[in-house]
């Protein structure tokens, strides 16, 4: 580049640079609107109504004022990037989708089951919404739905929203699972939305136009269809910013960026009128702050408490926690691998010794000491949702059982008080190896399982990790993937609401040929994969939530999977705000229910 | 004058482009932008993560990558479904990119927020500047009061406690002194029943955006953002006053009997400003950048908060803007600087 052309270039760069960045400072305050609601504070004595004049005879009686709107505010610790769902991937922002872009065909109510939306009814074989080979699902849309301005919501809008998902030209977060299970979406009439999948796919209630993670259900297609047109893309439509047009119980009014958000009642919304007038959300710079806002009452709905922040919060005497299933659940993952390089100890092959290091452990006692008793020991790995198995309980604390367990096991008691067997003429001592992250309360839950495990005669050793360095991956060395250790300890999920999971498929094994496989417990149980295969077939919801039943039996009762506790989230929530039905799914699903005590 | 200012702009360039290819190396080297795509609970997919890389132009050289975000790529043909062959519209004509580059005014787009980062920091930029120039005028006539009163009355008590009380404020932590303001003034003040002030935001929502909300929120974080530099900068001023005023000239002026008005503030302050606006200089174009800290405290929806949030995601194309304007407000205040020097002292003249 000679150095003429390089200075021109720069010499409008500079210019260009300069203008723009001056240009708004010209205008320093931001344009100033009216107050949102002209109300007075509380804490203005001097409105008081004159409570010395005498009445006057003519006068109006005391004037009925317009009662103040019910504000629902909600601090969020993480500012959303992007209004349009599929866009975004952050949690702050799918929860939002409920309020303003309501569209999946289906959502989840507080007991973890998928409800009708904009779908009539749930799809299923006896109401002829499944094809017999499972891959057509016929969905009949409520007539009675429309956009906030006005227009209809019918199935084209989803045929649409399915469109622009799939362009190369738009670069959405996810195109889960539209690219690798949907064939086609089409729209048979206004009313009649068919979706053809490539093999039958089971996941699709929580997956194909859903309001869980990214995505949600349909667009506006009169909205953004012009802008796509128009701009080839809707990358960088002025409604992922500014979503007026909208479906749901609120209708978007005002983004302030790093302020806040602002929904206001929608009065056209097919489940009628919310109570509430409007929601604001205020983005506030941290969790502290957060907890500081709940604590202020200067928020109505605080998320992801927790455990250290719960009593203090309760102590205020203003808010209600609430829990939610979200997936996590604490767990004791085994190593069972037979693969020389990655075995653990040779005892956790045994059913029954599995059976007995979980049976001498009091973990009832654990949760009470540790997290103040608020949360439980969970029956399955599905707790909280209907693919947990009614009948399945956890194991009792029963340190004479155990004994007795390891005693038949041939693990008998040596000299040290630590039990031994020999095993291919050379004695094994029963020391395990347990590792857990870093985190305060799993090491005081090792030190406790450490002494209750001596009183049967385990021995253990305690690892601690930086939880980066343990969940590392195979190919990065993680000391899991490995199969360094013998039991670990930490919190792990199906694709929730979705009960599926990888974990403990055989084929995901970690390998030097599959380094990134997840079955970082080495289990591979013939029985248990054909359950696994049989459910991801399994279209029809009840008949999969059976099989998901016999899975949590089978975990069960060969001790591959143990509870330590139930994770879920922990919302607090204002006394005044009634009618709040968090779901772990779809949290804000009953929004247009809230209502606020005044 | 009008040549120097010419030659000095023509030297910026060169310095510019160095300055712009080495943020542009280390903030796309800062992080995966990618890996923070999974905001929610689940990580991204390998194929919605390659697609991505491919869209948002992540696959392509770092060089290239340069060249679009400087020159734009809507010279340049492009293939948005990576079949290796050039894209084609209906008419079988090729198609272009959409970005016109950094020297065309156009930063790109974010890649968290999808907006094109021009809008993203005009957004901010008025609330940074309303923050960051109302602290600026506090300090500067708070400290030059201050310098100017301890210099003409040194090892006065005056003097004595705004030393001690600038050793402390100098040495103070601004989360510290933020905080505590806090505590003080909106939690206690709040709990002791008296009227307090707000924690944080720019308006109360119940009440509404107004300029007087605004104003009343912004005193403790200008208090906060003031008070560290105050001791600093009153400090320098005592200090080069001090000097001054022994100087010859300033005995001369008082012996033909000139007002102490006339000589404090004509011949001695004149003199005495020349260090004193060479570190303003220095400073106030980082006014632009904001402060991360003070705003990240009082929740203060500026650039330093803007910065702050992209830069935990490793959205570089908002990072770039960003530094990119701070970089060329550093030229411009350099060269605004050094022509005040020559009002101030009329023997440097650069012509």
Redesign the interface.
């Given at each position: 580049m000679s150095n003429r052309l390089?200075?021109a270039?720069?010499?409008?760069?500079?210019v260009?640079?300069?203008?723009?960045?001056c240009?708004?400072?010209a205008?320093?305050?931001?344009p100033?609107?009216?107050?949102?609601?002209?109300?007075a504070?509380p804490a203005e004595p001097t409105k008081a109504p004159e409570p010395t004049k005498p009445p006057a005879p003519t006068a109006t009686p005391a004037p009925t004022a317009i009662p103040k709107p019910k504000?629902v505010?909600i601090a969020f610790p993480?500012?959303p990037?992007?209004l349009n769902p599929y866009?975004?991937?952050?949690?702050?922002?799918?929860i939002l989708n409920a309020l303003y872009i309501n569209t999946s065909l289906l959502e989840y109510n507080d007991k973890a089951e998928a409800i009708p939306n904009v779908a009539k009814e749930i799809p299923t074989a006896a109401n002829g919404g499944i094809s017999a080979d499972g891959k057509t699902i016929t969905f009949k849309l409520r007539d009675d739905v429309k956009w906030s301005d006005g227009t209809p919501l019918t199935a084209d809008d989803f045929v649409f929203t399915w469109q622009m998902v799939m362009s190369?030209?738009n670069?959405v977060?996810?195109?889960?699972p539209y690219?690798?299970a949907v064939d086609k979406v089409e729209a048979k009439d206004k009313t009649t939305l068919v979706v053809t999948f490539k093999e039958p796919y089971a996941p699709w209630q929580a997956k194909v136009f859903q309001n869980v993670?990214?995505g949600s259900g349909a667009l506006p297609k009169h909205i953004l269809e012009p802008v796509f047109t128009k701009d080839?893309t809707i990358?960088?439509a002025e409604w992922?910013?500014k979503p007026t047009v909208g479906f749901g119980p609120f209708v978007f009014k005002e983004w302030?960026?790093?302020?806040?958000i602002?929904f206001v009642a929608n009065p056209n919304y097919y489940k009628g009128k919310p109570k509430v007038d409007q929601i604001?959300i205020?983005?506030?710079?941290?969790d502290a702050?957060q907890i500081?806002a709940l604590k202020?009452g200067d928020s109505d709905i605080g998320t992801f408490i927790s455990y250290e922040d719960m009593a203090d919060l309760e102590k205020l005497g203003t808010l209600d926690l609430v829990k939610t299933p979200s997936g996590y659940q604490e767990s004791w993952i085994m190593n069972l691998s037979t693969n020389s390089k990655t075995a653990g100890h040779p005892a956790l092959q045994d059913v029954n010794v599995r059976k007995a290091l979980v049976m001498a452990v009091d973990r009832d006692k654990i949760v009470k000491d540790l997290l103040e008793g608020r949360t439980k020991v969970s029956a399955t790995f599905w707790e909280g949702t209907p693919y947990a198995n009614p009948d399945e309980k956890p194991l009792k604390y029963d340190p004479e059982g155990a004994k007795k367990l390891l005693d038949a096991a041939g693990w008998t008691v040596g000299k040290d008080g630590i039990r031994e067997k020999t095993i291919g003429g050379k004695v094994v001592k029963l020391k395990l190896r347990y590792a857990t992250t870093t985190r305060e309360v799993r090491k005081n839950v090792q030190a406790i399982v450490q002494q209750m495990w001596k009183a049967v005669g385990v021995d253990a050793e305690l690892i601690n990790h930086q939880s980066d360095l343990f969940f590392a991956s195979y190919a990065d060395k993680g000391p899991i993937a490995l199969g360094q250790y013998d039991i670990q300890e930490f919190s792990t999920?199906p694709?929730f609401p979705d009960p599926d999971i990888a974990r403990w498929l055989c084929k995901e094994i970690p390998s030097d040929a599959n380094p990134t496989g997840v079955n970082d417990q080495g289990l591979c149980d013939k029985d248990l994969d054909a359950l696994f295969a049989k459910q991801t077939v399994t279209v029809d919801a009840a008949a999969r939530t059976k099989i998901f039943w016999d899975i949590g039996k089978m975990l069960n009762d060969k001790v591959y999977w143990n509870s330590m506790w139930d994770d879920p989230d922990w919302y607090a929530t204002s006394k005044k705000l009634v009618n709040l039905k968090l779901s772990g799914g779809t949290p804000f699903w009953n929004a247009v229910e809230w209502d606020l005590k005044q | 004058m009008g040549r120097y200012i010419i030659r000095r702009?023509?030297q910026?360039?060169?310095l510019?482009?160095i300055i712009s290819v080495i943020i542009f190396v280390l903030t796309t080297q800062m992080g995966d932008p990618l890996s923070m795509?999974?905001?929610?609970?689940?990580a991204?997919?390998s194929?919605?993560r390659i697609?991505?890389t491919r869209?948002?132009g992540l696959d392509k050289p770092l060089y290239m990558q340069y060249v679009i975000w400087?020159a734009g790529n809507d010279w340049m043909p492009i293939d948005?479904?990576a079949d290796g062959k050039q894209d084609v519209d209906e008419n079988g004509k090729l198609v272009y990119g959409?970005r016109k580059g950094?020297?065309?005014?156009d930063f790109g787009?974010s890649f968290?927020?999808?907006?094109?980062v021009?809008d993203?920091?005009?957004?901010?930029?008025?609330?940074t500047?309303?923050l960051m120039?109302t602290a600026e005028v506090v300090i500067i006539i708070s400290s030059l009061v201050i310098g100017l009163v301890s210099a003409l009355k040194q090892y006065s008590v005056f003097d004595h406690t705004v030393t001690a009380l600038s050793f402390i404020g100098f040495s103070m932590p601004i989360p510290l002194l933020a905080l505590g303001l806090i505590y003080i003034f909106a939690v206690y003040f709040k709990r002791w029943g008296l009227p307090y002030l707000p924690?944080?935001?720019?308006y109360?929502?119940?009440?509404?955006?107004?300029?007087q909300q605004?104003l009343w929120h912004m005193v403790l974080p200008v208090t906060a953002l003031s008070v560290i530099t105050v001791a600093g900068y009153s400090r320098f001023i005592r200090g080069s006053m001090l000097e001054v005023i022994s100087q010859d000239y300033i005995r001369t002026a008082k012996a033909k009997g000139l007002a102490d008005r006339r000589i404090v503030f004509i011949h001695a302050l004149k003199n005495a400003a020349l260090p004193i606006v060479t570190i303003i200089g220095l400073d106030l174009p980082f006014l632009?950048a904001g402060a991360v800290v003070t705003e990240?405290?009082f929740?203060?929806?500026?650039m330093g908060?803007?910065f702050y949030?992209h830069t935990t995601?490793s959205d570089f194309p908002v990072l770039m803007g960003i530094m990119?304007?701070i970089s060329?407000?550093v030229?411009?205040f350099q060269l605004i600087t050094d022509l005040t020097y020559t009002f101030l002292d009329p023997r440097i003249r650069y012509d």
């Open positions: 390089f200075a270039f720069s010499g409008l760069m500079i260009a640079m300069i203008l723009s960045a240009a708004p400072a205008t320093p305050v931001p100033t609107q009216p107050p949102a609601q002209p109300t504070k504000v505010r993480q500012e990037d992007n866009y975004s991937n952050m949690w702050f922002a799918a190369d030209k670069a977060v996810t195109r889960d690219d690798v993670s990214a080839g990358d960088k992922n910013r302030q960026s790093g302020s806040s602002t604001f205020k983005i506030v710079p941290d702050a500081a202020a999920n694709n | 702009l023509l910026a360039m060169p510019l482009f795509f999974g905001g929610g609970r689940r991204l997919r194929e919605d697609r991505l869209q948002l400087l948005a479904d959409t950094a020297l065309r005014g787009t968290a927020t999808r907006q094109p021009m993203m920091i005009k957004e901010r930029l008025p609330n500047l309303l120039l924690t944080g935001g720019m109360d929502p119940q009440v509404g955006q107004s300029w605004t632009l990240s405290i929740a203060w929806p500026g908060r803007l949030d995601r990119m304007i060329v407000a030229v411009v």
